[in-house]
T-cell receptor, first 111, second 118 residues
Framework: DAGITQSPRHKVTETGTPVTLRCHQTENHRYMYWYRQDPGHGLRLIHYSYGVKDTDKGEVSDGYSVSRSKTEDFLLTLESATSSQTSVYFC??????????FGPGTRLTVL | AQSVTQLGSHVSVSEGALVLLRCNYS??????LFWYVQYPNQGLQLLLK??????LVKGINGFEAEFKKSETSFHLTKPSAHMSDAAEYFC????????????????FGQGTILTVHP
């Protein structure tokens, strides 16, 4: 299995609080991605990174920001969490071949 | 822009029966195509992928898929279902990452939940 970890694995928070999710890889892959998974929507891309400090928006980026200061870490921040951001969040990594490897996911509940 | 449509959000088969999960895509250029499987409370695992070359692609756990350009389809099949195949399956498409221009971004279908009855 690709070396990807996500932390925390579960989090419950209140509306309006900031939340940061961490993705860590040990594969030295260039590309990293954050997705959210919601029933009936499959996975939707939030943000992605194509190198250290190189990031861009995905399909559903409103309300989210990201940072990548090291190759191995990709952080997803919800500046002010809302109930609509209750979801399961997946990090993925990829080398040059388009194939993505997924982390175990973080289940976030915003009350 | 690419898009993926998976026909049928739920598919139910008997153990030993043929599994057929349908996927149609839309892409402005020849795409790369993927099938992923997700077991409960787990991440996604790659079943198989098509990039170039042979249009019939074999994957893990006895699954295979055929890229049909004329039908813009990439249906997933398995001759004989097993109870352990019960999971959610996702079809995904990306543009070839030639020169790093597409960044390997995936667009997913909505998913198909496969139930296998004894």
């Amino acid at each position: 299995d690709a070396g990807i970890t996500q932390s925390p694995r579960h989090k419950v928070t209140e509306t309006g609080t900031p939340v940061t999710l961490r993705c860590h890889q040990t594969e030295n892959h260039r590309y990293m991605y954050w997705y959210r998974q919601d029933p009936g929507h499959g996975l939707r891309l939030i943000h992605y990174s194509y190198g250290v400090k190189d990031t861009d928006k995905g399909e559903v980026s409103d309300g989210y920001s990201v940072s990548r200061s090291k190759t191995e870490d990709f952080l997803l921040t919800l500046e002010s969490a809302t109930s609509s951001q209750t979801s399961v969040y997946f990090c993925a990594i990829s080398g040059e071949g388009n194939e993505q490897f997924f982390g175990p996911g973080t289940r976030l509940t915003v009350l | 822009a690419q898009s993926v449509t998976q026909l049928g959000s739920h598919v139910s088969v008997s153990e030993g029966a043929l599994v057929l999960l349908r996927c149609n895509y839309s892409s402005s250029v020849p795409p790369y195509l993927f099938w992923y499987v997700q077991y409960p409370n787990q991440g996604l695992q790659l079943l198989l992928k098509y990039t170039t070359g042979a249009t019939l692609v074999k994957g893990i756990n006895g699954f295979e898929a055929e890229f049909k350009k004329s039908e813009t389809s990439f249906h997933l099949t398995k001759p004989s279902a097993h109870m352990s195949d019960a999971a959610e399956y996702f079809c995904a498409v990306s543009l070839p990452n030639a020169g790093g221009t597409s960044y390997g971004k995936l667009t997913f279908g909505q998913g198909t939940i496969l139930t296998v009855h004894p």
